[in-house]
């Protein structure tokens, strides 16, 4: 019996449990079918990664993946100059609603559809001043959730990097998917991207530190993928995940004296510039424009780094010291940026929650991340203070074998 099966019979016995209602068996049998929220929807928008891969298809390496499930709908909030979301909906026969609602009961008064892909980036969206930039995932989840709760049925939902700028509604779109029992799936394509070389190791291995760093765009949009896929390492340490006790974010001459007080590891990054493809030469301290280190102390006492190098660095790379072992290990998540191909291996898994109900890593993941994100960028507007977060203590246990595509990717 599977976690989800085993739910909705414990709910089912006690009562008061929301389940789907009747479905009939022809549309048990029909392939499913999806409806798409976009913010805005143009060329290399994160809405063509996605939404235009379920439309035709994506490859990974050399094989190509026919999407097993339909867009039956797109909702866009905002039409960009150079929209395509319209003309490509028009060519593979999609209907467009002006409304999220209409676009997850197709029209009628009920979900009509069996999974959601929420899009919330990019688009004409204030930023505060925490160099946050408002994107209305929660706004659009929020309207999900009130058709959910209408219907008396939910759908797999997949949202599209950090759940909200917000902790507090970070939690509440995480509380809704635990309430209504729908599988939901969320975050970067970083983690699960091509690694070179392919770095992995067991659960519960005995870590001493990790670092991840990234490029220049330091504003939560852009820390956001170095977070993420430092978490997709340390979540792997002894004893699983146990939360995050504290949060810092340091600036310019602060990084570097950071690393001389051990705060993170030297050694390390230096292991992880190692993979570079795209490193320039010369001393970090000198080539690095503007950085920031991200620090991490989880609850069980492990610290961790995500740096923001930008001038340095322009990719995503990540090492890990394992206790016992004499060199780091590291590697590069590579991108592809002739064809962001690095999104195809996160759309194939998202289309396994849609076709299965499978994950092939946990929610919790980009839960932590986003609560961490939000009270970093709190931390940098408050003058790079360190900031408990009791409110962080989600533990959870990564997958057996970490889920990212192989091979060197194109």
């Known amino acids: 019996m599977n976690r989800r099966t085993f739910i909705t019979t414990v709910a089912g016995a006690a009562g008061g ?23 805005t929807y143009h060329v290399r928008s994160h809405s063509d990664n996605f939404i235009t891969r379920f439309l035709e298809g994506w490859w990974i390496n050399d094989t190509y993946h026919e999407p097993p499930c339909d867009v039956a709908s797109l909702f866009v909030e905002q039409e960009h100059d150079a929209d395509i979301g319209n003309r490509l909906a028009r060519s593979w026969g ?14 009628g008064g009920k979900l009509d559809v069996d999974g959601v892909l929420l899009i919330g980036e990019h688009g004409n969206y204030p930023t505060n001043v925490r160099n946050q930039k408002l994107y209305p995932r929660y706004r659009f989840m929020d309207h999900v959730v009130s058709v959910f709760r209408h219907s ?15 902790w507090k509604q970070s939690k509440q ?28 190791f067991p659960l519960d291995s005995d870590l001493e530190q990790a670092v991840a760093v990234g490029g220049g765009w330091v504003a939560d949009g852009g820390l956001f993928h170095v977070l993420e896929t430092l978490q997709c390492f340390t979540e792997r340490r002894k004893g699983g995940e146990t939360g995050v006790k504290s949060v810092q974010l340091l ?15 030297r050694a390390l990054l230096d292991a992880a510039l190692s993979r570079g493809r795209k490193v320039v030469p010369g001393p970090v301290e000198q080539k690095a424009r503007r950085p920031v280190a991200c620090l991490i102390e989880y609850n069980d006492g492990f610290r961790a780094a995500a740096l923001g190098l930008g001038g340095k660095v322009s990719e995503y790379l990540a090492a890990v010291k394992i206790k016992g072992e004499r060199e780091p290990k590291s590697t590069l998540c590579y991108i592809p940026t002739e064809n962001s191909n690095n999104f195809s291996p996160l759309v194939d898994s998202i289309a396994r929650m849609y076709t299965r109900g499978t994950l092939d890593y946990p929610v919790e993941r980009t839960v932590i991340v986003s609560g961490a994100l939000s009270f970093l960028m709190e931390s940098w507007h408050r003058g790079q203070i360190r900031i408990e977060t009791p409110m962080l203590d989600i533990r959870y246990r990564g997958p057996e074998n970490s889920y990212y595509a192989h091979g060197m990717g194109s």
């Open 17 to 39: 449990c929301f389940l789907p209602g009747p479905r009939s068996l022809s549309a048990r049998n029909r392939r499913k079918r999806i409806a798409a929220l976009s913010t």
């Open 94 to 107: 999609v209907r467009t609603f002006p409304t999220i609602r209409e676009a997850l009961t197709l029209g």
């Open 152 to 166: 008396r049925r939910s759908a797999p939902v997949f949202n599209d990097k950090h759940l909200s700028y917000d």
């Open 173 to 200: 779109m995480y509380d809704w998917s635990r309430e209504l029992d729908f599988p939901m799936m969320a975050g970067s394509s970083v983690p699960v991207t091509f690694r070179r070389p392919e770095l992995d």
């Open 251 to 265: 600036a310019d001459n602060a990084v570097w004296k950071a690393a001389d007080e051990g705060l993170w590891s």
